[in-house]
């Protein structure tokens, strides 16, 4: 039988889903490295949600009102890449133009996992059109639709009116049985059916293996009964294989309207493979060209042509999610067009969110705050400066793991309100005490347009690095606002004092961490990081009040867009250099002046944030720290690690070495030592 001829012998779905199949293990082969079993066992199931069923314009992959579909089961690439291939989705440049080719060419598949190749182990966000969100860490890709879902919930309330729709999208996201045995997609999914979100359809791939063999290991829980008591809609479909029943599954979810949709698909890994159908063998390992060409001869491909797409299978794709994108982002532009003139204003900022722009004005209202030796906590300070930006940016929202009354981040303005149950309008979000599916959720949100946030305590960043790496590795310009900084939590106790933290965010890469040193600085480090929007920020803010420093004796805050500026120099080369972030900024002072009385020259340096500093040009680093003055104190209620590039290898550092303990706060520095006095005998020693 000739290539041609095998085509024609079978039915155009089935070859389509069939080549899903064979470009993934060929692919997986020729790299000789990823995993072939589970885009063999969910290609009808990618099939049937892509090409039959999404609203999505391959010509137009950022169009807003596309269904979204996330592959949360990243080690499952190859189906989402053959996918986006068959389906012809179009390249797009960094500026959002899309480009006269594929998004995801032959040759990249060919290429996969190889250097320079868009197609990456995992799926990467940004590498090509058609990845909404980088997923590999199981249980992330799930978290991110759960916030994708609410983007689709708050943009439809904000802005839909009665004859002009313009978002009524769902979420699709396929997950494995290592995203539902993770913490965080039980969070998301305990989230989502609190909120109701029904344009949320998860389909499980019940395959009965993960890596170490049968789930029956480590995994006996009834995952159905589990997810309905989240409040889900929860459907079954024994095979994967069944296209109807998958079709009927997706129906009933379009039917169901107060629910979040769960389909249970049972599949068998490496389906067609007939020595390693239904083994952990197929799961992480190509297959063998011998046993791959087993498998075609099973799908009735040729069996020896490599990357082979039969005649026909990219045109089926055309005339259906083709045509039908096609045709709804058209009817959508006519609306669109409509509504620009029906609400020029909303369609305005609308625009402005399309295009990762800020509105004028945003920062208008940004207070500056009045010296005083009394002070406040930056947590307080920061309450009101996201406020008073939130105010005028009407499409950033964010909330807390249970905690805005502590850090502050509740928006207080008219207007301002919360997303709840069918209440979908609001800007302050209720994530619950889930800091790790908040991270995913934010970056669901962010992924979808909006400028949002997420905040906590910073001891438990712990809880939501994870997320936190992934709004780094995707440049998702998303916040996390985290206050109770440092010892400074007092009472609390060890568990409640972040130590390491400032350490461990800093390492991660592009992640852009801020620690102001009054209210001022509060504010111009919030200015700074609103025009970053490639990279996502960490605030970490005190509960304590630290003093509002007078600024007609320092210098101004705006220094800090610099990462580090001068606050405070003497005449002439300096005997020292202090330097601190935060709450330890004043202590810095306090010393300085306690010196200066000495006869010694200090000079005195905030360093709200390293990232930014490093960033600058080597003048005005050498400036700041001139080399030649070598005698430097650090100073942070933190661990070391970071500061020795700033203090240098005859530098010295005041701050904590250990974990630490319960006691009024100002009790806890003067245990430790972090005070002006030991700030002054480290500049001498
Ligand atoms: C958070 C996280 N832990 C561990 C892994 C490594 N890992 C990749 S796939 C997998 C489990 C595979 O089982 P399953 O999720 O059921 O996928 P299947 O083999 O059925 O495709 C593991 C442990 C990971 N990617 N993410
Ligand atoms: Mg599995």
Same mark, same amino acid.
């Not at 996201?173 to 913490?183: P, V």
């Not at 960490?538 to 007609?552: G, W």
């Given at each position: 039988m000739?290539?041609?001829?095998?085509?024609t012998?079978n039915?155009?779905?089935?070859q389509?889903?069939d080549?899903?199949?064979?470009?993934?293990?060929?692919?997986v082969?020729t790299a000789?490295?990823g995993h072939?079993? +589970?885009?063999?066992?969910?290609?009808?199931?990618?099939y049937? #949600?892509?090409?039959?069923?999404?609203?999505y314009?391959?010509?137009r992959?950022?169009?807003?009102?596309?269904d979204?579909?996330?592959l949360?089961?990243?080690h /499952?690439?190859?189906?989402l890449?053959s996918?986006?291939?068959?389906?012809? &989705? !179009?390249?797009v440049?960094k500026?959002g133009?899309?480009l006269?080719?594929?998004?995801?060419?032959?040759?990249?598949i !060919?290429?996969?996992?190889?250097?320079?190749?868009? =197609?990456?182990g995992h799926?990467?966000?940004s590498?090509?059109?058609?990845?909404e969100?980088t997923?590999?860490p199981?249980g992330?890709g799930?978290s991110?639709?759960?916030g994708?879902?609410m983007?689709?919930?708050?943009?439809k309330?904000?802005?839909n009116?009665d004859?002009?729709v313009?978002?009524?999208?769902?979420v699709?996201?396929i997950?494995?049985?290592?995203?539902?045995?993770?913490?965080v997609?039980c969070? /998301?999914a305990?989230?989502?059916?609190h909120?109701?979100?029904?344009?949320?359809?998860?389909l499980?791939?019940?395959n009965?293996i993960?890596?170490?063999g049968?789930?029956?290991?480590?995994?006996?829980?009834?995952v159905g009964?589990?997810?309905?008591?989240?409040?889900w809609?929860?459907?079954h479909?024994?095979?994967?294989?069944?296209?109807?029943?998958?079709?009927?599954a997706?129906? !009933?979810?379009?039917t169901?309207?107060d629910?979040p949709?769960?389909? *249970?698909?049972r599949?068998?890994?490496?389906?067609?493979?007939?020595?390693?159908?239904n083994?952990?063998?197929?799961?992480?390992?190509p297959?063998?060209?011998?046993e791959?060409?087993?498998a075609?001869?099973?799908?009735n %491909?040729p069996p020896?042509e490599?990357?082979? #797409?039969p005649?026909?299978v990219?045109?089926h794709f055309?005339?259906?999610?083709g045509?039908?994108?096609?045709d709804?982002?058209?009817?959508?532009?006519?609306?669109?067009a409509?509504? $620009?003139?029906s609400h020029?204003?909303? /369609?305005a900022?609308l $625009?402005l969110? %399309?295009d990762?722009?800020?509105?004028?004005?945003?920062d208008?209202?940004?207070p500056?705050?009045?010296?005083?030796?009394?002070?406040?906590? +930056?947590?307080n300070?920061?309450?009101?400066?996201l406020?008073?930006i939130?105010?005028?940016?009407?499409?950033?929202?964010?909330?807390?793991a249970?905690?805005?009354?502590?850090?502050k981040t509740?928006l207080?303005?008219?207007?301002?309100g919360?997303?709840?149950?069918?209440?979908?309008?609001?800007?302050n979000?209720? %994530?619950g005490?889930?800091?790790?599916?908040m991270?995913? *959720?934010?970056?669901?949100?962010s992924l979808s347009g909006?400028r949002?946030?997420?905040?906590?305590?910073?001891?438990?960043?712990d809880?939501m690095r994870?997320?936190?790496?992934?709004?780094s590795?995707m440049?998702q310009?998303v916040?996390?606002i985290?206050?109770?900084?440092s *010892?400074?939590v007092?009472?609390?106790?060890?568990?409640?004092?972040? *130590?390491?933290?400032?350490a461990?965010?800093?390492?991660?890469?592009g992640?852009?961490?801020?620690r102001?040193?009054?209210?001022?600085?509060?504010?111009?480090c919030?200015?700074?990081?609103?025009?970053?929007d490639?990279?996502p920020c960490?605030?970490t803010?005190?509960r304590?009040n630290?003093?509002?420093?007078?600024?007609?004796?320092?210098a101004p805050?705006?220094?800090?867009?610099?990462?580090?500026?001068?606050?405070?120099? =003497?005449?002439?080369?300096?005997d020292v250099?202090l330097?601190a972030?935060?709450?330890e900024?004043s202590?810095c002072i306090?010393?300085?002046e306690k010196?200066?009385?000495?006869?010694?020259?200090?000079r005195v340096?905030s360093?709200?944030c390293m990232?930014?500093?490093?960033?600058?040009?080597?003048?005005y680093?050498?400036?700041?720290?001139p080399?030649?003055?070598t005698?430097r &104190?650090g100073?942070?209620?933190?661990?070391?690690?970071?500061?020795?590039?700033?203090?240098?290898?005859?530098?010295?550092f005041v701050?904590m070495?250990r974990?630490g &303990?319960?006691?009024?706060?100002d009790? &806890?520095y003067?245990?430790?030592?972090?005070?002006a006095?030991?700030?002054?005998k480290a500049a !001498?020693?």
């Amino acid at each position: 039988m000739t290539a041609k001829e095998s085509t024609t012998a079978n039915d155009i779905e089935t070859q389509a889903v069939d080549t899903i199949r064979a470009l993934s293990m060929d692919a997986v082969q020729t790299a000789n490295s990823g995993h072939p079993g +589970t885009p063999m066992a969910l290609a009808p199931i990618a099939y049937q #949600v892509f090409n039959k069923t999404m609203n999505y314009d391959p010509a137009r992959p950022h169009w807003p009102n596309r269904d979204r579909f996330i592959l949360s089961c990243g080690h /499952a690439s190859m189906l989402l890449y053959s996918t986006l291939h068959l389906a012809g &989705v !179009k390249a797009v440049d960094k500026s959002g133009k899309v480009l006269d080719e594929l998004s995801i060419k032959l040759e990249d598949i !060919k290429n996969f996992r190889q250097l320079g190749s868009v =197609c990456a182990g995992h799926p990467e966000y940004s590498e090509a059109a058609g990845i909404e969100t980088t997923t590999g860490p199981l249980g992330a890709g799930v978290s991110n639709s759960v916030g994708m879902a609410m983007a689709e919930k708050w943009l439809k309330t904000n802005y839909n009116t009665d004859d002009e729709v313009l978002f009524n999208y769902n979420v699709y996201a396929i997950c494995s049985d290592g995203d539902l045995m993770e913490g965080v997609a039980c969070e /998301a999914a305990s989230i989502a059916g609190h909120l109701q979100l029904d344009n949320l359809c998860w389909l499980y791939d019940d395959n009965h293996i993960t890596i170490e063999g049968d789930t029956e290991l480590a995994f006996s829980e009834d995952v159905g009964t589990r997810f309905k008591g989240l409040g889900w809609n929860v459907l079954h479909v024994d095979d994967a294989n069944d296209r109807n029943a998958l079709a009927a599954a997706i129906e !009933k979810f379009k039917t169901c309207h107060d629910k979040p949709t769960l389909i *249970i698909c049972r599949s068998i890994i490496g389906w067609g493979a007939p020595n390693k159908q239904n083994t952990h063998g197929a799961h992480g390992a190509p297959l063998g060209w011998d046993e791959i060409a087993l498998a075609k001869k099973n799908y009735n %491909f040729p069996p020896d042509e490599k990357f082979y #797409v039969p005649e026909g299978v990219v045109e089926h794709f055309a005339e259906n999610v083709g045509r039908r994108g096609r045709d709804a982002s058209k009817a959508w532009d006519e609306i669109w067009a409509k509504y $620009q003139k029906s609400h020029p204003q909303k /369609a305005a900022e609308l $625009q402005l969110m %399309f295009d990762g722009k800020l509105p004028e004005g945003w920062d208008k209202d940004v207070p500056t705050f009045e010296a005083s030796e009394k002070g406040d906590a +930056t947590r307080n300070s920061g309450g009101k400066v996201l406020n008073a930006i939130a105010k005028n940016v009407p499409f950033m929202i964010g909330g807390s793991a249970d905690l805005a009354p502590s850090t502050k981040t509740e928006l207080t303005f008219e207007g301002a309100g919360s997303f709840l149950p069918r209440q979908y309008g609001g800007r302050n979000l209720h %994530f619950g005490i889930r800091e790790h599916a908040m991270a995913g *959720i934010i970056n669901g949100l962010s992924l979808s347009g909006l400028r949002s946030y997420g905040s906590t305590f910073f001891v438990f960043t712990d809880y939501m690095r994870g997320g936190m790496r992934l709004s780094s590795i995707m440049h998702q310009p998303v916040w996390y606002i985290v206050t109770h900084d440092s *010892i400074g939590v007092g009472e609390d106790g060890p568990t409640h004092q972040p *130590i390491e933290h400032l350490a461990a965010c800093r390492s991660i890469p592009g992640l852009y961490v801020f620690r102001p040193g009054d209210a001022n600085e509060v504010a111009e480090c919030y200015r700074t990081a609103m025009q970053i929007d490639d990279h996502p920020c960490v605030f970490t803010l005190s509960r304590q009040n630290m003093p509002t420093l007078d600024r007609t004796k320092f210098a101004p805050a705006s220094g800090c867009s610099r990462g580090a500026y001068i606050l405070s120099d =003497c005449d002439g080369t300096p005997d020292v250099i202090l330097m601190a972030s935060g709450s330890e900024l004043s202590l810095c002072i306090e010393a300085a002046e306690k010196l200066t009385a000495e006869g010694k020259k200090a000079r005195v340096v905030s360093m709200p944030c390293m990232e930014l500093f490093a960033q600058q040009d080597p003048s005005y680093i050498d400036e700041v720290l001139p080399p030649a003055v070598t005698n430097r &104190v650090g100073v942070e209620a933190g661990i070391r690690m970071c500061w020795d590039r700033w203090t240098g290898s005859a530098g010295k550092f005041v701050g904590m070495t250990r974990f630490g &303990v319960s006691a009024p706060y100002d009790e &806890v520095y003067k245990h430790f030592q972090i005070d002006a006095d030991g700030i002054v005998k480290a500049a !001498k020693g």
